[in-house]
């Protein structure tokens, strides 16, 4: 039972341009959203939140938008800068409780 | 200020053998979560632990328990492995109680032959 999915494996994007990995989610109780990215040999960190209370979230670059009623989220990256090739995780959480991922994105950014 | 710190970073078990995870949480954090990594996938939760005591549970056999000690470190062991606990383990920090602020440490990868 996949409560968290990621449905496009890899995604492919020109330097300098805008960046928008997906994410689905079943739950009606998860209450907050996050996403993470994971270089090689590293654990994940973390990148970016919210709270289902809010529909948009920023920070710099990133940018978490969340559509409750679709049960959708997705994250932005512009400008998309070769340093941003990474796996990018999203995750859910019912409050204070465990974490549960999606699959996966692996984002490479063309020169 | 050190992150969360995981020993062995490689790991090589055979078949029905048992294996002990180490975790050293961020200063400051309270709480130890472990996740599964299978190759391709997203992180799977496994347990967490909070004063000592197992606090939630993910769905993962007996096989596999856990530890907390005084100093919030951890351990995780595996019993009688299986070549399907071949994986990249993770331990994350927190503090109870906090949606956000998981710190994740760069994983054990346990290879079972």
């Known amino acids: 039972d996949q409560q968290v999915k990621q449905n496009s494996p890899s995604l492919s994007v020109q330097e300098g341009r805008i960046s928008i990995l997906n994410c689905d989610y079943t739950?009606?109780?998860?209450?907050?959203f996050l996403w993470y990215k994971k270089y090689p040999a590293e654990g994940p960190t973390f990148l970016i939140s919210?709270?289902?209370?809010?529909d948009k979230n920023e920070d710099g670059r990133f940018t978490v938008f969340l559509n409750k009623s679709a049960k959708h989220l997705s994250l932005h990256i512009v400008p998309s800068q070769p340093g941003d090739s990474a796996v990018y995780f999203c995750?859910?959480?019912?409050?204070?409780?465990?974490?549960?991922f999606g699959q996966g994105t692996r984002l490479t950014i063309n020169p | 200020d050190a992150g969360v710190t995981q020993s062995p970073t490689h790991l090589i078990k055979t078949r029905g053998q048992q294996v002990t995870l180490r975790c050293s949480p961020k200063?400051?954090?309270?709480?130890v979560s472990w996740y599964q990594q299978a190759l391709g996938q997203g992180p799977q939760f496994i347990f967490q632990?909070?004063?000592?005591?197992?606090?939630q549970r993910g769905n993962f056999p007996d096989r596999f328990s856990g530890h907390q000690f005084p100093n919030y470190s951890s351990e995780l062991n595996v019993n009688a492995l299986l070549l399907g606990d071949s994986a990249l383990y993770l331990c994350?920090?927190?503090?109870?109680?906090?949606?956000?602020?998981?710190?994740f440490g760069s994983g054990t990868r346990l290879t079972v032959v």
């Open positions: 200063s400051g954090h309270d709480t």
């Open positions: 739950n009606s109780m998860f209450d907050y």
């Open positions: 632990y909070y004063e000592e005591e197992e606090r």
């Open positions: 994350a920090s927190s503090l109870w109680g906090s949606d956000y602020g998981y710190t």
């Open positions: 995750a859910a959480s019912p409050y204070a409780q465990k974490l549960v």
């Open positions: 919210i709270s289902s209370i809010k």
